[in-house]
């Protein structure tokens, strides 16, 4: 069974950082897209950070460049977001995602596994 399981998430306070973990299980993702999107309360999903199946290309939302780094290690099936001054506005429950192609790419239909999601909470 394929899972992505999501970590790190919690309850920081406005310019802390956290470190997002998502781990892969039944199936290696090295040769596939990973992403990060994330929901606000009352708001649709939103592309946050995406890196394709090598690592060497990153692209990010307007709103978290420069803030958040998205990585991976493929030996540990493993992506992660460090997320860096983080602002009220970036509450919201973190998700990660697979596609199904190795480019880097914003679209949530291009990407075939889901976790469960991690929420982050920034108080002002």
């Known amino acids: 069974q394929v899972q992505l399981v999501e970590s790190g998430g919690g309850l920081v306070q406005a310019g802390g950082s956290l470190r997002l973990s998502c781990a892969a299980s039944?199936?290696?993702?090295?040769?596939?897209?990973r992403a990060w999107f994330r929901q606000a309360p009352g708001k649709e999903r939103q592309f946050v950070a995406s890196?394709?199946?090598?690592?060497?290309?990153?692209y990010y939302a307007d709103s978290v460049k420069g803030r958040f780094t998205i990585s991976r290690d493929n030996a540990k099936n493993t992506a992660y977001l460090q997320i860096n001054s983080l602002k009220p506005e970036d509450t919201a429950v973190y998700y990660c995602?697979?596609?199904?192609?190795?480019?880097?790419?914003?679209?949530?239909?291009?990407?075939?596994?889901w976790g469960q999601g991690t929420q982050v909470t920034v108080s002002s």
């Open positions: 995602a697979a596609g199904a192609v190795p480019v880097v790419t914003t679209t949530a239909r291009r990407y075939d596994s």
């Open positions: 039944g199936r290696t993702f090295s040769t596939v897209a």
């Open positions: 890196i394709s199946a090598s690592g060497a290309s990153t």
